[in-house]
């Protein structure tokens, strides 16, 4: 038997979106179910996401600490950022979030893995890349505000943060499944096994 995830889409026969935010909205369905019963379903529409789990020559992850106002925490995370344009290349979006938060780049992509953070409730999808062989990037450190200019950075040994997680004291879902995927990944068949960075992925789909 193989495990796999796999499309289905059940037949919604109402739809309506009582919220819009700036980046996200509510939307309600109305779901029918298996035995023919229509059910209400809400869930947050999301753009999708994308995480960048930075490895330098050294074996430690970049980490930048950051207040969420949601969970009323400074959480530590890895570099992350919407997509915010419809079809917009996720390499592209992770460089990008790189520079502006880390002012960082990096030569070798690969894609580490595709999530969903909270399927139960939202329908974000996240594409976490390990990015290597960093170095600073060129030109001016991008302007930072609100949340973001309050961020601490640090580079910590990958075995420290596999040990936090495990403890339950570094909560951030992104950073929480990179470093155990890296982990994996580095026990299993190497990081050169790897996605390449420019791997399909059918839940944000994109242009090359």
Known sequence: MTIKDAPEEWRVVATTTPFRGNKTS??????VMPDGTSVTRD???????????????AGRVLVLRQYRHPVRQK???????????????????????????????AEDWRVLTDVYTTPGGCDEAVRIFLAR??????????????????????RVALPELVRGVLAGELHNNCLAVGVLALTAALAGDGVEALRPADAPWPARPFAS
Do not use: C
């Open 26 to 31: 509510v939307r309600t369905d109305e779901v």
């Open 133 to 154: 062989e960093l170095s600073e990037a060129d030109g001016e450190r991008f302007e930072v505000s609100e949340e973001e200019a309050d961020m601490e950075l640090a």
């Open 75 to 105: 959480l530590w995370e890895i570099p992350a950022g919407l997509l915010d344009v419809p079809g917009e290349n996720p390499l592209h979006a992770a460089q990008r979030e790189l520079y502006e938060e880390a002012h960082v780049k």
């Open 43 to 57: 869930y947050q529409v999301h753009p999708g996401s994308v995480a960048i789990l930075a490895l330098d020559g």
